[in-house]
């Protein structure tokens, strides 16, 4: 099945840096969600968004639906320790299905 | 609270005997599914379910079973368990999004499983 395309695969940063992630698709998507998951637990939904443009804060996260639809981003700024984990982007394809399609996921690493 | 609860935790099992992965969910959602999670492959979907007996392939089906006889319960079924389903598999309920906006989902714990 489709997978998105979710760059970078890890990123090694200092505690305050600024973070940012993408994921791109060939196919047009109405929905793009984004996930962090901590080691040994499920994913949590960080942001979700529903329109080609919007852009959307939950805290110190933001994240953008690309106006093509083919694209999402996902900043975190000035970073903590406790960010460490892997963040997931996923998208819904338009035409009513209630299919996801699941990046591979970043790999985010905050030295103190 | 409003939790999705999966059972077991972890399970190790021998090939072509029959196992269940049990879902629950109390927040009344209409939307459930199952994902599969591999090193390097992220999280896939194996089915989801939109409403009670409605229930349809997602991405990864092939080997798996689900039923969906109540809300609140999205079973996993393996009829005849391989070694390549070795995986950790989640499961995940929503409200029936179709986009509207504002919906929340969550997952459950995760079920780690080793087929011999």
């Known amino acids: 099945g489709q997978q998105l395309n979710q760059s970078p695969q890890s990123m090694f940063i200092q505690e305050g840096e600024d973070v940012s992630m993408n994921c791109t698709s060939s196919?047009?998507?109405?929905?793009w969600l984004w996930y962090k998951q901590d080691p040994g637990e499920g994913p949590v939904l960080l942001i979700a968004?529903?329109?080609?443009?919007e852009l959307t804060s939950n805290g110190r996260l933001t994240a953008q639906f690309g106006i093509t639809r083919k694209d999402s981003f996902l900043n975190i700024s000035a970073s903590i320790p406790s960010d460490v984990g892997i963040y997931f982007c996923?998208?819904?394809?338009?035409?009513?299905?209630?299919?996801?399609?699941f990046g591979k996921g970043t790999k985010l690493t905050v030295n103190p | 609270e409003a939790q999705v609860t999966q059972n077991p935790r972890y399970l190790i099992t021998v090939t072509g005997k029959k196992l269940t992965v049990t879902c629950s969910q109390n927040?009344?959602?209409?939307?459930m599914s199952w994902y599969r999670q591999d090193p390097g492959l992220g999280l896939r979907q194996i089915y989801y379910?939109?409403?009670?007996?409605?229930?349809d392939k997602g991405d990864v089906p092939e080997g798996y079973k689900v039923s969906r006889k109540e809300k609140r319960n999205f079973p996993l079924i393996l009829e005849s368990p391989s070694p390549n389903q070795t995986s950790l598999y989640f499961c995940?309920?929503?409200?029936?999004?179709f986009g509207t906006g504002g919906e929340t989902q969550y997952f459950g714990p995760g079920t780690r499983l080793l087929v011999l």
């Open positions: 995940a309920s929503s409200h029936r999004p």
């Open positions: 196919s047009i998507f109405n929905t």
């Open positions: 968004l529903y329109k080609a443009g």
């Open positions: 996923a998208g819904r394809r338009s035409g009513g299905s209630e299919k996801l399609v």
């Open positions: 927040m009344n959602h209409e939307y």
């Open positions: 379910s939109m409403n009670v007996e409605v229930t």
